[in-house]
């Protein structure tokens, strides 16, 4: 039994106005209760489903914050419960744990803020305000610590909006300053693309950033890989010829994410231009204007494969999946696309194939629509979400004295996140030291 937000403000007001706890007089007869008040903090537990309540009686009238007894007693921090060294419960006591553990007493310290609990099964919690406050299970405290902490919300660009939402970094910058690394992947986070300019003209510069974040990830082709024109080429990228849009490795069930590429060498010829299209926002217009065959793309699997040999390495890889991919709640997670690399095999239903055929097809010409052109030069790094950019090549003409070639490699999302939230804290520990 969860108080409403209403609730839960007018007993506030009760509490300051009259003295007590003013909750006994809004919960059923039936409810338990154990409360402590002090003159600044009280704490008390309410019903069968034990929520304890905790409320700060000081002018700031902050709602009463609500923990269910069983999850207090899940995190109590305890030697005995919780490994300070890795910061995690233990984790032996869940091999019985008692889900109907009951709060026998509860109090408070309000010189050091802090609320005692004396559980049922004889053992005993101490819980601080500022623990809790982080932890309160008001909607509005949860929802902001995903949006702190959790992943940054992304948001679309069409190609006329390209050249505002478009962030350069100096490498050096990235390199050596941690604010400005920090804003690098904030970026890349948001926006799904980022360029770094004046990078050394090495071939370790791709390996060096990613372990500026935390370290590469090594695929089939190795970790890093050299994107140039090779006669008997096994990988289509690594011909001259134009390299229409795609996202890499879409055959792989966790695909890399972060895309990283150096440019090395950049043709001299006309060609060699750089196409990049946001897949997120195709996929808005496709619900929008087309929910049919935006429901076909988001919930058909497509057999996606890669077979062939590199470096003297045989492989084949398969992954199943929609073109896109949702969550739980409907928000994008991956885009796959790449000619090439969807299968022959196509393991749907004979009366689906057909208006596949036709959801994908305008799903490619919108994105090639939106497709926005640039040509890097020898230095930058382009830098974009893997998940959800399509990104290609214009064709150009490759001769012993004419060369493009750059040097790319992945990092996954899950270390950039990481490092992000490293970052956050240890830049905001800074601040709060001067």
Not at 57 to 78: E, H, K, S, V, Y
Not at 194 to 216: E, H, Q, W, Y
Not at 259 to 282: A, C, R
Request: charged share 25%; net charge neutral; hydrophobic share 35%.
């Amino acid at each position: 039994m969860f108080l409403t937000r209403q609730a839960l403000q007018q007993l506030t007001r009760n509490l300051k106005s009259k003295g007590g706890n003013p909750l006994n007089r809004h919960l059923s007869a039936k409810a338990q209760e154990v409360s402590r008040e002090g003159d600044n903090l009280s704490a008390s537990v309410h019903g069968s489903e034990q929520i304890v309540v905790v409320q700060e009686n000081d002018l700031t009238q902050a709602p009463a914050m609500q923990f269910p007894g069983i999850w207090l007693r899940d995190n109590c921090l305890c030697d005995q419960c919780f490994h300070k060294d890795s910061l995690s419960r233990k984790p032996m006591r869940w091999t019985n744990f008692d889900c109907d553990v009951k709060v026998e007493q509860i109090s408070v310290d309000e010189k050091k803020n802090q609320i005692h609990i004396n559980w049922s099964d004889n053992h005993q919690s101490t819980f601080s305000l500022d623990w809790l406050k982080e932890r309160n299970f008001s909607k509005e405290n949860r929802e902001q610590f995903l949006k702190d902490w959790y992943r940054p919300q992304t948001q679309t660009w069409s190609k006329e909006e390209f050249s505002k939402i478009l962030k350069t970094f100096e490498f050096k910058d990235i390199m050596e300053k941690d604010e400005v690394l920090k804003d690098w992947l904030d970026t890349l986070a948001v926006w799904g693309v980022s360029m770094l300019k004046n990078a050394p003209l090495d071939i370790g510069v791709v390996k060096t950033i990613c372990n500026r974040v935390g370290f590469i990830r090594k695929t089939t082709y190795g970790e890093e890989f050299s994107v140039i024109s090779r006669p008997g080429a096994k990988n289509y990228s690594y011909l001259a010829a134009p390299l229409p849009l795609h996202t890499d490795l879409p055959y792989y069930e966790y695909k890399p994410s972060v895309t990283i590429l150096h440019t090395l060498e950049q043709s001299q010829s006309e060609g060699g231009w750089n196409l990049l299209t946001d897949g997120f926002n195709i996929a808005n217009q496709l619900k929008e204007k087309q929910p049919e065959y935006f429901k076909i793309l988001s919930e058909t699997l497509v057999d996606w494969s890669d077979i062939g040999q590199d470096a003297g390495v045989s492989f084949h890889n398969m992954w199943r999946a929609p073109v896109i991919n949702l969550d739980r709640d409907g928000q994008y997670v991956r885009i796959n696309h790449s000619v090439p690399q969807r299968d022959t095999h196509f393991n749907v239903d004979v009366d689906k194939v057909v208006p596949w055929y036709r959801a994908n097809a305008l799903f490619v010409r919108w994105a090639h629509e939106q497709a926005v052109t640039f040509k890097t030069q020898p230095g930058d790094v382009l830098t974009f979400n893997n998940l959800r950019m399509l990104h290609g090549r214009t064709g150009y003409d490759d001769t012993q004295n004419n060369v493009r070639h750059i040097v790319g490699g992945f990092v996954d999302w899950d270390i950039v996140y990481s490092k992000m939230r490293v970052l956050k804290k240890s830049l905001e520990e800074k601040t709060s030291e001067k």
